[in-house]
């Protein structure tokens, strides 16, 4: 039989709190950790990738002033439009390749891009348009001294073939001086932009981090005030029992018995209670975030959401509506044709209405067939007692409805 002190030791011991130790450490960890990735230059998103994707090969709307000489000047033979219009094509081809490409790879196709323009200025100063492009690449992907380095570079090689090459070429330089000049600007622009949303993110996924570790330290903490003295009450009255059965007073050991019974339920009530208070899956938290995503990868995100039917649903209903959004989002991302999508939330009488919708047009060739991701919608949707509705034609919509009456019994089931 164990002591009242050891018992009280092992206790305390069995209570999962090692972990509120670390808590702090972990923290200041995690905060040094973040510090230091901060004041590293992180690896530039491609030009190709998200929202840039759009701009990026929208931007090459601006090359077309490559054929302005052409076009304004005295007429050419039809050998140089051909020649101008498959170096143009080929421009095209390495700046689209070169937006697709890791830094480490960039120098090569900036270098054929830079030969290209040359080429292509010894019969149109319009060569000078591809120029810019360069220097606007440039100035996105280096850091400031590494970018001016190279544009002071370039701008050198320019100017020796303003004097070697191209005599008497005036409109030529300035042009690709200006041009230089000015995209480079956008290009630092556009690179600090970035960097700016990197580190916002950085220091909202540390904040989510930090958050995870308090909430943990938290449930540790109710969980040891809750079952550490109830343990200890629990153990000493089962020995008190057990001597009093060994002394044959035995309604005296019903009494104990009886009294370890309401400890155990009152102990069984007060961790459901603490584990009830854990931080719920916030369905504001998750359209934001989704939103945030989709929005990053090209998609024009419209939400209308009604701030009364958050609150009117159950902490259950909650987070399964917001996995179910989720789920939609991870949809989108890997099949949608589309680049659009609107999320609705209303409260409706006493109902609450979900609606998603993808502007994707669903080819209607082949059967379509539900996979795990919509099974799993309506697995969610059937444990909420919600009617689910999807929809692919024209295209994909999916609407979600909760009886808020059933609040109360879904909580508790």
């Known amino acids: 039989m164990l002591s009242e002190k050891s018992i009280r030791n092992s206790n305390s011991s069995a209570v999962p709190t090692a972990h509120i130790g670390k808590g702090s450490d972990q923290i200041d960890k995690d905060t040094s950790t973040y510090t230091e990735n901060e004041s590293a230059a992180p690896d530039m998103p491609l030009l190709a990738s998200g929202r840039k994707k759009r701009w990026s090969h929208g931007s090459l709307f601006f090359s077309l002033f490559f054929f302005v000489p052409l076009i304004v000047s005295r007429p050419h033979p039809i050998e140089t439009w051909v020649l101008q219009t498959l170096g143009y094509l080929s421009f095209v081809i390495l700046y689209v390749k070169a937006i697709n490409q890791p830094v480490k790879k960039l120098p090569t196709y900036l270098l054929l891009m830079f030969l290209l323009s040359v080429a292509s200025s010894f019969q149109n100063p319009g060569g000078a348009t591809i120029v810019g492009f360069i220097a606007f690449i440039v100035g996105y992907y280096n850091s400031l001294k590494t970018g001016v380095m190279s544009i002071g570079v370039m701008m050198l090689l320019l100017v020796s073939l303003h004097l070697t090459v191209f005599e008497n070429a005036h409109f030529l330089l300035s042009a690709s001086l200006l041009n230089s000049l000015v995209l480079f600007g956008f290009g630092v622009m556009e690179r600090n932009e970035t960097l700016h949303s990197i580190k916002e ?27 550490g003295h ?19 007073k035995i ?14 339920q009152a102990l069984l009530s007060d961790i459901r209670q603490a ?6 899956l916030s369905l504001s938290d998750e359209i934001a975030k989704d939103k945030a995503l989709l929005e990053e990868n090209g998609f024009n995100v419209t939400t209308n959401i ?18 179910i959004i989720k789920e939609l989002t991870t949809n989108t991302l890997r099949y949608s044709k589309g680049n659009a999508v609107s999320l609705g939330l209303e409260a409706i009488g006493k109902t609450v209405k979900m609606t998603y919708k993808d502007n994707g047009v669903v080819e209607n060739s082949t059967p379509l067939k539900e996979g795990n991701g919509l099974m799993g919608i309506r697995e969610r949707a059937a444990s909420l007692r919600a009617d689910v509705d999807i929809s692919f034609s024209p295209t994909p919509v999916v609407t979600v409805q909760l009886n808020i009456e059933q609040t109360s019994s879904i909580g508790t089931a």
Request: charged share 30%; glycine share 2%; aromatic share 0%.
């Open 275 to 280: 584990v009830s208070d854990i931080k719920q």
């Open 306 to 323: 009604d701030s009364s039917a958050e609150v009117r649903l159950s902490a259950k209903q909650e987070s399964q509506l917001a996995l």
């Open 201 to 227: 993110s950085q220091q909202a996924e540390a904040l989510r981090v930090l958050s995870a570790i308090a909430e943990r330290e938290r449930i540790g903490r109710d969980l040891h005030d809750v079952a």
């Open 251 to 264: 309604e005296d050991a019903h009494r104990e018995v009886k009294a370890l019974a309401q400890l155990s």
């Open 230 to 248: 109830a343990l200890s009450s629990i153990s000493l009255k089962a020995q008190l029992a057990d001597k009093l059965i060994s002394r044959n």
